[in-house]
C-alpha cells in the first residue's frame, strides 16, 4: 500500500539548543520512498549523517525563538508483515557480526535477568520464531497496551513488575525474552497506519531463519501498513529528537498517516 506520513513538531526554545533529529525514513527491503518533505521554520544550517544503525540523522543548533519541523513522506509499505512459523534459530556462531551486538543487554532491555522467565515461557516450542511468537503471544496477554500510561522510561524488568506500558514498554519487554534466549532482537520506531490514537509508534524485530522479522504485541495480528524510520538496541538509539542542554522549553508533536487511493506521480 501507498502511505502518506507527516509529523510537524513546535518547540519553545529560550536559548540556542543543539538537537539530533532523526524524522526521515529510507528505503530498503520492505520499503520504498518515493517522495519526502522536509521544511525547518525558520531555516537553519543542517548537517545529516547516519548514525551506527543506519538512521538518517539530522543536526542543528535551533535559534533562541519559536521553532518548527515540519516532515512529510509518500512511501510504498506491505499491506502485512511477514510471517514464519517454524522458521529455526540461528547459530550464534554463524550469525552476521552486524547482528551480533543485538543479542547484549542493553539500557532498557536487561535480557541477562530473564533467562529463567523466557525458557519457561517458550517450553515446548520449536526454537526460533515460534518462540517468539509465543513471546509475543504472551505480552499481548498479559501486559496492557495503555498509550495514556502515567510510567515512562521504564525498563524491561519494570514493565515485568507493572503489566503496562505504552508501545516502546511493550517492545522493550519482547525484546529483552527474545535475547535472553540468544535471539537476536531490536527496536524499531517508526508510523502505523490506523493506530489510535494516532501517534509514532514502536515494536520489535527478531532475526530468526537468517533474516529479521517483524512483531508487535499491541496489534491483534501481522498487520502491515507500516513505515520505519529508526532502528537501535532499545528507546535510548531511536529517539525522534534528542537535546542537549536546557534551552528546549516545550515542544507539541501532530503525527499524521493516511492511505493514498494511487501511487505518487
Same mark, same amino acid.
Given at each position: 500500500?501507498?502511505?502518506?506520513?507527516?509529523?510537524?513538531?513546535?518547540?519553545?526554545?529560550?536559548?540556542?539548543?543543539?538537537?539530533?533529529?532523526?524524522?526521515?525514513?529510507?528505503?530498503?527491503?520492505?520499503?520504498?520512498?518515493?517522495?519526502?518533505?522536509?521544511?525547518?521554520?525558520?531555516?537553519?544550517?543542517?548537517?545529516?549523517?547516519?548514525?551506527?544503525?543506519?538512521?538518517?540523522?539530522?543536526?542543528?543548533?535551533?535559534?533562541?525563538?519559536?521553532?518548527?519541523?515540519?516532515? +512529510?513522506?509518500?512511501?510504498?509499505?506491505?499491506?502485512?508483515?511477514? &510471517? %514464519?512459523?517454524? !522458521? /529455526?534459530?540461528? #547459530?550464534?556462531?554463524?550469525?552476521?557480526?552486524?547482528?551480533?551486538?543485538?543479542?547484549?543487554?542493553?539500557?532498557?532491555?536487561? +535480557?541477562?535477568?530473564?533467562?529463567?522467565?523466557?525458557?519457561?515461557? &517458550? %517450553?515446548?516450542? !520449536? /526454537?526460533?520464531? #515460534?518462540?517468539?511468537?509465543?513471546?509475543?503471544?504472551?505480552?499481548?496477554?498479559?501486559?496492557?497496551?495503555?498509550?495514556?500510561?502515567?510510567?515512562?522510561?521504564?525498563?524491561?524488568?519494570?514493565?515485568?513488575?507493572?503489566?503496562?506500558?505504552?508501545?516502546? #514498554?511493550?517492545?522493550?519487554?519482547?525484546?529483552?525474552?527474545?535475547?535472553?534466549?540468544?535471539?537476536?532482537?531490536?527496536?524499531?520506531?517508526?508510523?502505523?497506519?490506523?493506530?489510535?490514537?494516532?501517534?509514532?509508534?514502536?515494536?520489535?524485530?527478531?532475526?530468526?531463519?537468517?533474516?529479521?522479522?517483524?512483531?508487535?504485541?499491541t496489534q491483534d495480528g501481522p498487520g502491515g501498513g507500516r513505515v520505519?524510520?529508526?532502528?537501535?538496541?532499545?528507546?535510548?538509539?531511536?529517539?525522534?529528537?534528542?537535546?542537549?542542554?536546557?534551552?528546549?522549553?516545550?515542544?507539541?508533536?501532530?503525527?499524521?498517516?493516511?492511505?493514498?487511493?494511487?501511487?505518487?506521480?
Amino acid at each position: 500500500m501507498w502511505l502518506r506520513t507527516s509529523c510537524n513538531l513546535s518547540f519553545t526554545v529560550g536559548s540556542p539548543t543543539p538537537l539530533i533529529l532523526m524524522l526521515r525514513p529510507r528505503s530498503g527491503a520492505q520499503q520504498w520512498v518515493a517522495r519526502e518533505t522536509y521544511t525547518l521554520t525558520p531555516s537553519v544550517p543542517v548537517v545529516e549523517f547516519t548514525d551506527a544503525y543506519g538512521n538518517l540523522c539530522q543536526r542543528l543548533i535551533v535559534p533562541s525563538a519559536a521553532f518548527a519541523i515540519r516532515t +512529510s513522506a509518500e512511501v510504498m509499505s506491505p499491506d502485512a508483515i511477514d &510471517v %514464519a512459523p517454524g !522458521a /529455526p534459530l540461528n #547459530d550464534v556462531a554463524l550469525l552476521p557480526d552486524a547482528v551480533l551486538t543485538y543479542l547484549l543487554p542493553s539500557r532498557y532491555c536487561e +535480557s541477562d535477568l530473564f533467562v529463567d522467565m523466557a525458557s519457561g515461557m &517458550v %517450553a515446548g516450542m !520449536a /526454537p526460533g520464531y #515460534d518462540q517468539v511468537a509465543c513471546i509475543t503471544d504472551w505480552i499481548r496477554r498479559e501486559v496492557r497496551f495503555n498509550p495514556a500510561s502515567i510510567y515512562a522510561h521504564m525498563a524491561a524488568t519494570e514493565v515485568n513488575q507493572r503489566r503496562e506500558g505504552v508501545c516502546r #514498554d511493550l517492545a522493550h519487554l519482547g525484546i529483552a525474552l527474545c535475547r535472553a534466549l540468544s535471539i537476536p532482537a531490536r527496536m524499531v520506531v517508526g508510523y502505523l497506519h490506523g493506530l489510535a490514537p494516532m501517534d509514532l509508534h514502536a515494536w520489535f524485530e527478531a532475526y530468526v531463519g537468517g533474516r529479521w522479522y517483524a512483531f508487535d504485541a499491541t496489534q491483534d495480528g501481522p498487520g502491515g501498513g507500516r513505515v520505519v524510520v529508526a532502528y537501535g538496541h532499545d528507546a535510548a538509539n531511536v529517539a525522534i529528537f534528542s537535546q542537549f542542554g536546557a534551552g528546549l522549553r516545550s515542544h507539541t508533536m501532530q503525527v499524521t498517516v493516511e492511505q493514498l487511493a494511487t501511487a505518487p506521480t
